[in-house]
């Protein structure tokens, strides 16, 4: 069974930075795509970043660009997504997700086309 897990979320005040690491418990070579999402109370999930995990083509959501980074680190088996300049509108739970099948989650930026999530962890900003 896939198990996703995520960690270093926090608390953290507006102008600040955070790393989020998810780590499989599967190679995640073995998947097509791995990326992150977040939730506020009350708003829809939405698409933060994703990679593809062969040639490391990456896409993020409008509203981090130029902000968040993710990296996906096959020696250690783990995707991470570096939050820096972090705002008040940044709060939610992150979930990190992932899929087999490149052509289903390449470039989506939608929930259906990530099959594994985590449990996800909570981002606060102040």
């Known amino acids: 069974q896939v198990q996703l897990v995520e960690s270093g979320g926090g608390s953290v005040q507006s102008g600040g930075s955070l790393t989020l690491t998810c780590s499989g418990s599967?190679?995640?070579?073995?998947?097509?795509?791995m990326g992150w999402f977040r939730q506020a109370p009350e708003k829809e999930r939405e698409f933060i970043a994703s990679?593809?995990?062969?040639?490391?083509?990456?896409y993020y959501g409008d509203s981090v660009s130029g902000r968040f980074t993710i990296h996906l680190d096959h020696g250690k088996n783990k995707i991470s997504l570096q939050m820096d300049n972090l705002q008040s509108e940044d709060t939610a739970m992150y979930y990190c997700?992932?899929?087999?099948?490149?052509?289903?989650?390449?470039?989506?930026?939608?929930?259906?086309?990530?099959?594994?999530w985590g449990q996800g962890t909570q981002v606060t900003v102040s």
């Open positions: 997700a992932a899929d087999d099948h490149p052509r289903r989650c390449l470039g989506c930026r939608e929930n259906y086309c990530f099959r594994y």
């Open positions: 990679q593809f995990t062969g040639a490391g083509t990456k």
């Open positions: 599967v190679n995640i070579d073995n998947f097509g795509c």
